[in-house]
């Protein structure tokens, strides 16, 4: 096997998208779409890879790391201009170059794997992959001849009627040998309707030098999309959507409706949990065995443990533990520790809280800025009081505390171990442990009242 080389073409703006945001960042199922080419080629044995970038070249360099070197292209002249920047790095090198699209979210490692080895089993200078697809509008098209050997690449602008009927495509993944490509590219002309450099020219040119070109067909359509508009970026999404959603269910997990059910790329999840219908699991949340999730709880970047039930809530970039309850209508915001056995139960928010084990808010609380013990019982309707227009404080509530329902804690405050606070009472104060607080306005009952006043006639 002769070394390989990848090189990802990711400067261009993407004005088919119409976005504020460079087309390759665009995710797909939560993921950059050049992330997503980037860690295809990362399976492959690369020696080198070189991305080129150009239109928000700092961000997409920010969101790659160091996996890639980079190539700028200070102005977009074309595909065949945007390998030209990769010279200084792999020209004079033996070996292989595979050229992929930054906006061909959907390829896949087998596939690539597949085509190296096809275009070193026929020992050509260029293997083109390619596909047959029903509508091939947009897309380069691959003339042949008489023989069924590959003559060049025509783009769709450039096609004549004739050339538009043709429909096995570019799929704008291509084999080279390194050398060789690097020596076309330099004759490569931009005499064309879009006065761009083409990549696609170099097969003719290496056709014409007498040089053996070939095409590898793939079958899987889905591979070959190239994402240009938001079309074909909403298409990209359901197929990447029910490729993860299959694999999750090939690992054990059931997915009610695989159709209403919105899995982005980095999330895992354990054998036997079970996903309802209209659930949507983002970022790198991490789902543990045995839980049922749903339907409709929207979760991002969550680790959850293994048995817990989350249904119709949001939870977000928080720790969740084993055998937790919680919902339906539940909040989670950012930066909660919520421990084994908990229960947080309806219209219940919670913000920037640890929640020890086995603790409970059943009903219509806020709980933020807190640190909440274990085996705490916090009753319907009370809250933490952690703001005073200007800073936020802390309450504190040791192990054992029962908190009656609709109460205020007036933070920074603390209740002791095991102490008690009456219904309805609003603490400012700190409560020691094993204590009883009421603070509230003592009742009075003034007997035959109404008939004094001669309310009730
Ligand atoms: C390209 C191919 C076409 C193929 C299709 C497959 C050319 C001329 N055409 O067309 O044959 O069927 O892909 O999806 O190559 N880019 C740069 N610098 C540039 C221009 C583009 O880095 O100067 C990058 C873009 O960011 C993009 C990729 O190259 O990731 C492809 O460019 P795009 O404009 O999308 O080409 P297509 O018109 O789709
Ligand atoms: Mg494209």
């Known amino acids: 096997m002769s070394n390989r080389y990848a090189v990802i073409l990711a400067a261009g703006q993407g004005t088919r998208m119409k976005s504020k945001l460079y087309k390759v960042l665009h995710p797909v199922c939560g993921k950059p779409m050049v992330q997503h080419v980037v860690d295809q080629i990362k399976k492959l044995n690369i020696e080198e890879m070189v991305t080129i970038i150009g239109h928000g ?3 997409v360099k920010a969101q790659l790391g160091e996996t890639s070197h980079y190539a700028l292209q200070e102005q977009q002249l074309g595909t065949a201009h945007a390998v030209m920047q990769a010279e200084s790095i792999l020209a004079g090198k033996e070996g292989v170059t595979i ?16 085509l190296f080895n096809h275009h ?7 293997t083109i992959l390619t596909a047959k697809i029903a509508d091939p509008a947009g897309y380069g098209r691959i003339v042949r001849n008489d023989h069924g050997l590959v003559e060049k690449i025509v783009e769709h602008k450039d096609a004549t009627e004739a050339e538009r009927e043709i429909n096995e495509i570019n799929t704008g993944t291509y084999c080279f040998d390194n050398i060789a490509l690097f020596e076309a590219l330099k ?19 290496l056709k014409k030098q007498g040089e053996v070109v070939s095409a590898f067909q793939t079958n899987d359509l889905d591979e070959t999309l190239g994402v240009n508009d938001r079309v074909a970026l909403a298409e990209a999404e359901r197929i990447m959507r029910s490729r993860i959603n299959e694999s999750h269910m090939r690992n054990g997990v059931t997915i009610i409706d695989p159709s209403s059910t919105y899995i982005e790329s980095e999330v895992t999840i354990g054998q036997d949990t079970v996903i309802h219908p209209g659930t949507i699991l983002k970022g790198n949340t991490v789902i543990g065995e045995d839980c049922q999730i749903g339907p409709h709880s929207e979760i991002e970047s969550c ?25 339906p209508f539940a909040h989670i915001r950012p930066e909660s520790e919520i421990h084994d056995e908990v229960k947080v139960g309806n219209f219940v928010e ?3 809280a640890v929640f020890g084990k086995g603790s409970k808010a059943s009903h219509l609380s806020y709980i ?6 274990s085996g705490v019982n916090i009753g319907c309707g009370s809250i933490t009081v952690n ?12 192990d054992d505390v029962f908190i009656g329902c609709n109460s205020n804690l007036v933070a920074p405050v603390t209740v002791g171990k095991g102490a008690y606070v009456a219904a309805g009472s609003t603490i400012t104060k700190d409560v020691p442990g094993m204590a009883l607080s009421i603070a509230r306005a003592r009742q009075e009952n003034k007997e035959n009242y109404v008939e004094k006043l001669n309310l009730k006639k």
């Not at 070193?120 to 260029?126: C, D, I, L, R, T």
């Not at 004759?187 to 040119?205: A, F, H, T």
């Not at 933020?368 to 013990?373: K, L, Q, T």
């Not at 703001?387 to 040791?398: A, F, M, P, S, W």
């Open 99 to 114: 050229v992929v699209c930054g906006d061909t979210p959907l390829i896949k490692s087998e596939t690539m794997e597949a």
């Open 350 to 352: 919670i913000k920037k």
């Open 57 to 59: 070249a700092e961000k």
């Open 387 to 398: 703001y005073d227009g200007k800073n936020k404080y802390l309450t504190k509530i040791e």
């Open 120 to 126: 070193e089993e026929v020992n050509a200078k260029a």
């Open 303 to 327: 680790q959850v443990g293994d048995g817990t039930v989350i249904r119709q809530s949001a939870a977000f970039k928080s720790s969740i533990g084993a055998s937790v309850n919680i919902g």
């Open 187 to 205: 004759n490569v002309s931009n005499d064309n309707v879009q006065g761009e450099y083409y990549l696609p020219d170099v097969i003719e040119i």
């Open 368 to 373: 933020g800025d807190a640190e909440v013990g």
